[in-house]
C-alpha cells in the first residue's frame, strides 16, 4: 500500500517549477542539494510525480558524484581579527525599509527585457561550466555592471534597519493556507542568482572585499524572504543561504583569499531556525479544517454533520495534486461512518469525554472529535522535540517520528486523524536535518579556516589531528557534536585533508570535503 508521498500543492511540483507562486508544505522534506535543484527551477517535474519518485531520480545521480577536491592556501588570521564579517552589526543599519529595497529590486529585475536574464542564470554563466556558450571575462564584466543598479537595492536592503517581511499567513483559513500565493519569495532566488554572477566576477578580479560584501547581501537576503509562518519560505530562504555558503567555499579556494574562520562566526545560528515554522504547521490543522475544532464544541444534527463532513472531504481533496488521494486514504474517507465511529468513542472515553455528550452526538461528528483531539496529542509529541537542543533532541525526534510512522501505518484505516496527519503534516526527522545540514558545513568551512590558520603559524605544517589545532580549535561536527573525521595524507608531495561528517550520507558531496593544500 503506497503512502501519499506528494508535494501537497501545486506549488512545489510543476507549476513552482514552471514559475508558479503557491505555496505547499512539502511531505517527506528533500535533501539540500535536492531542494536546491528543486527550487531552481531545473527541470519541471510532472504533476503527478510523486517525492518518492524525485528522491528516486536523485539517489541515482548522487551515487555517482564524488566529492569535490578544492585548493587553498595557508592564510593567518586577518589584522583585526574582525575586519570581515558576514553579517552586519546592528549599529551599521540604516534608517529605511528593506521591502521597499526588495520590492524595487524584483520590479527591476522583471523589466529586463528579452531572455538574456534566463541566460544570466545559467550554469554557463554562475558556474562557468555546462554545454552551452561560457561567457569571457568581458562579457561578465559588462553584465554584471549593467546590473549595478539592483545590486544597490539589494545592497541598501541588507542594511535596512527594518527588516520586516510577514505575509501573516497565521490570520489565513481554510485551504486558504495553501493556496496563498508568494510569487515574491518565488522570484527572490533569481535575485540570489544575479548576486551568485557578481560574486563570480569580484573573484575572478580578486575583489575580495566585494566579493564578501555581495555575500553578506545575499545571507541577508536569505533571512529576509525566510520569514514568516511556512516552511516553503524556511527552505526556499535555505536554499538562498546555501548558494551563498557555496560562494563562501569559492573564495576559500581563490589564490590570496584572507582567512574568513570569524567572518564565518559572525553568521547567526541558525540564521533561518524551522523550528517555530515546524509547530505552526503541526498545530495548525483546525485552521485549515475547522470542523475539527466546531466538532469540539458543537451539537449537531446528523444533516449539520454530514455537511461538516462533505466539506471536509472536499477541502482534503482540494489540497491533493489534480485531486489525487491515496487509494487507502480514498477507501477510508468512504467508510469512515461506518467503521471509524466504536474506535474514536472509546479513545475520546478514554480522554474523560462524557459518555452522556457522546450519545447525543451523531457519529460523523464523533470521529472528528476524535481526530481533533488525536492531531493535538501527536503534533505535539512531534513538536516538542524541537523545543530541545539539537544534541539532546535529536536521537528523541528520531523515535517520535519512527512511532508517527508506525502509528499511520497502524490507524490509517481505523482513525481519520491517520489520515490527515499523513496528508498534512510536515517530516520532523528531515526537516531538522535539513538544519543540520546547514550548520554542519558552516562548522566544517571554519574548521578548514581554522587548519588553514594552523598552516600559516606553523611553516606550512598541518596537524595530526584536530586536537592539535592552533591558534584556534575546530568546529564540532552538527551531526553529533563531536570533531569532524579527519585524514591526513601526502600524495605527490603535496598535503591533502579529508573532512567527514556524520551526515548526510545519502549526498557523499556534502558529507565529505577533501582539500588540497598549496604552499
Request: net charge neutral.
Amino acid at each position: 500500500m503506497r503512502h501519499l508521498r506528494l508535494l501537497m500543492t501545486p506549488v512545489i511540483l510543476m507549476p513552482l517549477l514552471a514559475q508558479s507562486t503557491t505555496v505547499a508544505r512539502i511531505k517527506g522534506l528533500l535533501t539540500v542539494p535536492q531542494l536546491v535543484a528543486v527550487v531552481a527551477d531545473v527541470k519541471p517535474l510532472g504533476s503527478t510525480m510523486t517525492l518518492e519518485d524525485l528522491q528516486k531520480t536523485n539517489k541515482r545521480a548522487t551515487r555517482e558524484e564524488a566529492p569535490p577536491v578544492i585548493t587553498v592556501q595557508p592564510a593567518a588570521e586577518p589584522e583585526p581579527a574582525l575586519k570581515i564579517r558576514f553579517y552586519p552589526y546592528r549599529w551599521e543599519l540604516k534608517p529605511g525599509s528593506a521591502l521597499l529595497h526588495f520590492s524595487r529590486a524584483q520590479l527591476m529585475f522583471a523589466q529586463l527585457p528579452g531572455e538574456k536574464p534566463a541566460l544570466w542564470q545559467s550554469s554557463e554563466w554562475l558556474e562557468g561550466e555546462g554545454d552551452g556558450p561560457i561567457p569571457t571575462a568581458q562579457e561578465l564584466e559588462k553584465v554584471v555592471l549593467s546590473l549595478e543598479y539592483i545590486y544597490s537595492e539589494l545592497h541598501q536592503m541588507a542594511l535596512s534597519e527594518d527588516f520586516g517581511f510577514d505575509h501573516r499567513m497565521r490570520d489565513l483559513k481554510g485551504t486558504d493556507i495553501y493556496t496563498y500565493r508568494l510569487a515574491d519569495i518565488q522570484e527572490a532566488r533569481a535575485l540570489a542568482r544575479i548576486l551568485v554572477l557578481k560574486i563570480r566576477y569580484q573573484l575572478s578580479k580578486k575583489d575580495f572585499d566585494g566579493a564578501f560584501s555581495s555575500t553578506t547581501d545575499g545571507l541577508r537576503l536569505a533571512e529576509f524572504v525566510g520569514q514568516g509562518e511556512s516552511l516553503i519560505v524556511k527552505l526556499i530562504g535555505t536554499a538562498i543561504q546555501n548558494m551563498m555558503r557555496d560562494q563562501i567555499t569559492k573564495a576559500i579556494s581563490t589564490p590570496g583569499c584572507p582567512n574568513l574562520y570569524w567572518a564565518l562566526a559572525s553568521i547567526p545560528r541558525p540564521l533561518l531556525s524551522v523550528r517555530e515554522s515546524v509547530m505552526w504547521e503541526l498545530r495548525n490543522t483546525p485552521q485549515v479544517l475547522p470542523q475539527l475544532a466546531e466538532a469540539e464544541t458543537d451539537t449537531w444534527t446528523d444533516a449539520e454533520a454530514g455537511e461538516k463532513w462533505a466539506s471536509l472531504v472536499d477541502a482534503l481533496a482540494e489540497l491533493g495534486v489534480s485531486g489525487i488521494i491515496a487509494d487507502d486514504a480514498r477507501v477510508a474517507l468512504a467508510i469512515a461512518s461506518v467503521t471509524f465511529v466504536d474506535s474514536a468513542r472509546k479513545r475520546l472515553i478514554e480522554r474523560g469525554v462524557p459518555i452522556e455528550r457522546l450519545k447525543k452526538l451523531p457519529g460523523l461528528q464523533i470521529v472528528l472529535m476524535d481526530a481533533a483531539k488525536e492531531l493535538r496529542r501527536v503534533g505535539d509529541d512531534l513538536g516538542k522535540t524541537y523545543l530541545l537542543p539539537v544534541a539532546i533532541g535529536n536521537d528523541v525526534m528520531k523515535r517520535e517520528n519512527h512511532r508517527f510512522q508506525q502509528w499511520i501505518q497502524q490507524n490509517r484505516m481505523s482513525s481519520m486523524a491517520a489520515i490527515i496527519a499523513g496528508l498534512l503534516y510536515p517530516a520532523g526527522a528531515q526537516v531538522r536535518e535539513a538544519e543540520l545540514r546547514t550548520q554542519m558545513a558552516y562548522n566544517r568551512l571554519m574548521t578548514l579556516e581554522a587548519l588553514r590558520m594552523h598552516a600559516a603559524t606553523h611553516d606550512g605544517q598541518l596537524p595530526k589531528s584536530l586536537a592539535d589545532l592552533s591558534p584556534m580549535p575546530a568546529m564540532p561536527d552538527a551531526y553529533t557534536g563531536k570533531p569532524f573525521e579527519y585524514k591526513l595524507e601526502d600524495i605527490n608531495e603535496t598535503k591533502h585533508v579529508t573532512l567527514t561528517a556524520a551526515g548526510p550520507t545519502n549526498y557523499k558531496p556534502l558529507q565529505v570535503l577533501r582539500v588540497r593544500f598549496e604552499e
